[in-house]
């Protein structure tokens, strides 16, 4: 394997876990609801994800539990927002703080534990295309989940009529629930999946990025996540070339560090935040006229009943 | 002869929010294909009604009987399946969507949205309501967007029609298409349930109407048989006293002068202003006309200071130029300004106290010497002096809130009391005072107004003097007809 490839492939890991959870994210913002606790929802599901994989020694459980924990640390901001109609920017906060400690808590007796990760999947034939091969079709079960997420939540967006009913309560959740739309229903079902994926994004970390626990090793990632989202413009496609840029700048960076490029290492480190913000700025710029963000995000919704 | 049951009937209705009743015992037939008219002052509980007609309530007491047969409406899709559509009166569609997506998320069918978009175009053509099913929302005027609103109503082909208040936006012109709509409807053999609170319109288009005052029905009557006066004591229990005003042409000092202003529009759905000239004196009152969201709120936000004009120059207020100036230093210059209330509507217990707080402040400490009042409607006015005293701290005031929730009736000025605020601002222009007054009421903007103007997309025709004002030549302007470019 060349240097390149090599590169490459890492691109690709590191994308990953910021496009699904970006995905998620996604979805509940269409539905018209900010949730800031992506990274508490992420890290909780990495913590319950490798704790319940080392215990009962499969994997595919331990995915599970951390989807399971993802949405269940939704379900307290679903009860928070929708429920008690509270302000969404400070629940969704309260959320991220809550669940950097509380997976601090899960994680604890399994700091320095060591397993293997989850094995990658070779497509018989397509694997062994040169250079192409090994690239795209020898990855991880959660790459191609990753890229299946993608199509299928543009495809429900766009082409679904629960899509459509998605939308408009994101955009007018007053006309919304005049139709007779279950507004406050479908935003749990959008907030749950939104948790699910933060978890599953979670699970990645802890089973296969890094293969072992340590504390707060989302490492911001939830919140590059939120600003992926904007930085689509709230679109499935988008979210994934800017997952897959912002993973590109990070690792690319690492390797400018080893290079021995003559600037600050600190200042590499932060390009990647740097260049993501700048990328966001212009691209809001350039969109004067067009479709801004859902019209009703992050507004509470009380029906009038 | 023994008369077919009335298509929709309502018997006993109540309904109460807390200690308010919005609905007492309301009875209500209407009979098929008729337009009927539900007539009442803001606040009577015309909205409570067939919010509860149309499921998005439910009655405390009291039944629904369609076709004659006693049934329970539980949701809207209820309704809509039993042949009842609403186009409501702020208008609930999605700006981002487009006309096909806003039509099928009111069908319960199981239409493709291509299927959807065809037989949109169809029948719109047909009715003579023509649109581009492909088109968003935020692109269409608002006469466009009511055309949706009905069209997205007929492709359920309802048998019972609900229009809210149907022409208070829209220019003359737009309303007469609707007429010749509402018409066609009914020789289809539809019946339309229309609520409004415009005696005349009633009277032209209308075989029958109820009339709600304070919750309760005062009368079951025919209003072609009716004068507008004896339609206006019904509704309003009494005499409306007549507002005493002469137009005259002020001679008093320029107090502000706008020249040449242009700003680019303040959000993705906003409008432009382009080139406004205005020039207002001591001792008039200034009307700006047009139908909403033709740059109304932009030119609010430039005259307050909300918005910086590009110039100091373009905005001059007794002369010195205050382009560039904040909100409180235009308020430091004796400006004061009521905004459009965006929320909604006020609480009626506040009302009293927070109106009277307005006009004696007014009065008593001098702050309002050249008072820029800004009116979207008469009848949003209370929330907008709710405002009135914390202006912009932010449009999520809780209080207010709390208290709208939707469109509830717990709110209204009667009609004396409207009659005040408006006596109150010509009398404060009579003192002096230079007032600018931006509404879309043009019966309101032809009785307090010295000189009028009109807005569309953002430009601002020449003041003309109310005297030689009609509704005709006001409507043409509004709709975009005879406006320089």
């Not at chain 2, 008469?378 to 999520?396: C, E, N, Q, S, Y």
Request: net charge neutral; charged share 15%.
């Amino acid at each position: 394997m060349t240097l390149f490839e090599a590169i490459i492939l890492t691109i690709i890991t590191a994308s990953t876990p910021l496009l699904i959870a970006a995905l998620g994210e996604l979805v509940v913002e269409r539905a018209g609801v900010l949730n800031l606790g992506v990274e508490g929802m992420m890290i909780i599901g990495a913590a319950a994800g490798i704790a319940a994989a080392i215990t009962t020694g499969s994997s595919t459980l331990g995915v599970l539990v951390a989807v399971l924990a993802g949405m269940a640390l939704s379900l307290v901001f679903a009860a928070l927002v929708l429920g008690l109609a509270a302000n969404q920017v400070a629940a969704g906060l309260a959320l991220a703080i809550l669940g950097l400690g509380l997976s601090g808590v899960i994680g604890a007796p399994f700091v320095g534990v060591q397993r293997a990760g989850i094995g990658k999947i070779e497509i018989p034939w397509l694997s062994d295309i040169p250079f192409l091969g090994p690239l795209l079709f020898r990855q991880d079960p959660f790459v191609y989940a990753s890229v299946a997420l993608v199509i299928g939540v543009w495809w429900f967006l766009t082409k679904s009529r629960a899509g459509l009913v998605l939308r408009a309560v994101g955009e007018n959740h007053a006309a919304a629930h005049a139709l007779g739309y279950p507004v406050r229903r479908i935003r749990l079902l959008a907030i749950l999946f939104g948790g699910g994926c933060a978890g599953l994004a979670g699970a990645y970390m802890s089973l296969v990025y890094t293969p072992f626990w340590t504390s707060g090793m989302t490492g911001g990632r939830g919140w590059i996540a939120l600003a992926i989202v904007v930085f689509a413009s709230w679109l499935p496609f988008r979210a994934m070339v800017g997952a897959y840029l912002f993973g590109a700048l990070t690792i690319l960076q690492l390797h400018a560090q080893s290079a021995g490029v003559p600037l600050p290492s600190q200042f590499l480190a932060a390009l990647p935040y740097l260049i993501t913000i700048l990328v966001l700025v212009l691209i809001m710029r350039a969109r004067r006229g067009g479709v801004a963000g859902p019209a009703s995000l992050g507004v509470p919704f009380v029906p009038d009943r | 002869m023994q008369a077919s049951p009335p298509l929709l009937a309502a018997e006993g209705i109540t309904k109460r929010f807390g200690a308010l009743v919005a609905n007492n015992a309301v009875d209500l037939k209407v009979a098929p294909g008729e337009i009927h008219a539900l007539l009442g002052e803001n606040g009577a509980g015309k909205s409570t009604l067939v919010k509860i007609i149309y499921g998005l309530l439910r009655p405390d007491a009291g039944r629904l009987v369609w076709r004659g047969a006693p049934v329970q409406v539980e949701s809207a899709r209820a309704a809509r399946a039993l042949g009842i559509g609403m186009v409501f009166q702020h208008f609930s569609l999605f700006e981002a969507l487009t006309v096909a997506e806003n039509v099928a998320l009111a069908l319960d069918g199981a239409e493709s949205l291509d299927e959807i978009a065809q037989r949109l175009s169809e029948t719109s053509r047909a009715y003579g309501l023509p649109l581009d099913p492909k088109r968003e929302i935020w692109r269409l005027s608002v006469g466009e967007r009511q055309r949706v609103e009905i069209m997205r109503c007929l492709m359920q082909d309802p048998s019972l029609l609900i229009l809210d208040e149907p022409t208070s936006v829209l220019t003359p012109q737009e309303a007469e298409g609707l007429f010749a709509t509402l018409a066609r409807l009914r020789a289809e053999g539809r019946s339309v349930l229309y609520i409004s609170h415009k005696l005349e319109e009633v009277r032209r288009i209308c075989e029958a109407a109820t009339i709600l005052r304070g919750g309760q029905v005062v009368a079951h009557c025919d209003p072609r048989a009716e004068t507008a006066a004896g339609l206006a004591r019904m509704m309003m229990g009494g005499d409306v006293v007549p507002i005493r005003h002469d137009h005259i042409e002020a001679q008093g000092p320029v107090r502000l002068a706008v020249s040449a202003l242009s700003l680019p529009a303040l959000h993705t759905h906003g409008i432009a202003l382009a080139n406004i000239n205005l020039e207002l004196r001591a001792g008039e009152v200034l009307g700006i006309a047009g139908v909403a969201g033709n740059g109304q709120d932009e030119l609010f936000a430039a005259l307050s200071g909300e918005e910086l004009a590009p110039h100091a120059g373009a905005i001059a207020m007794d002369g010195v130029a205050v382009g560039r100036a904040g909100i409180n230093e235009r308020r430091k210059r004796g400006a004061a300004f009521v905004p459009e209330e965006r929320l909604g509507h006020g609480a009626a217990p506040a009302m009293r106290l927070t109106e009277n707080a307005l006009l004696s402040g007014h009065a008593t400490n001098g702050f309002l010497r050249h008072g820029l009042v800004d009116r979207a409607k008469l009848t949003d006015f209370v929330g907008k002096v709710v405002r009135a005293f914390d202006v912009r701290k932010g449009p999520a005031d809780p209080e207010a809130r709390a208290l709208s929730g939707g469109n509830l009736p717990s709110w209204g000025v009667d009609a004396g009391a409207a009659a005040t605020i408006r006596q109150a601002l010509m009398d404060l222009a009579r003192a002096g005072s230079a007032v600018l007054v931006i509404s879309q009421d043009l019966d309101e903007l032809l009785e307090i107004s010295d000189r009028l103007c009109v807005m569309f997309m953002g430009r601002l025709s020449p003041a003309m003097p109310t005297a030689q004002a009609t509704r005709e030549s006001l409507g043409l302007l509004m709709g975009g007809a005879g406006m320089a470019a």
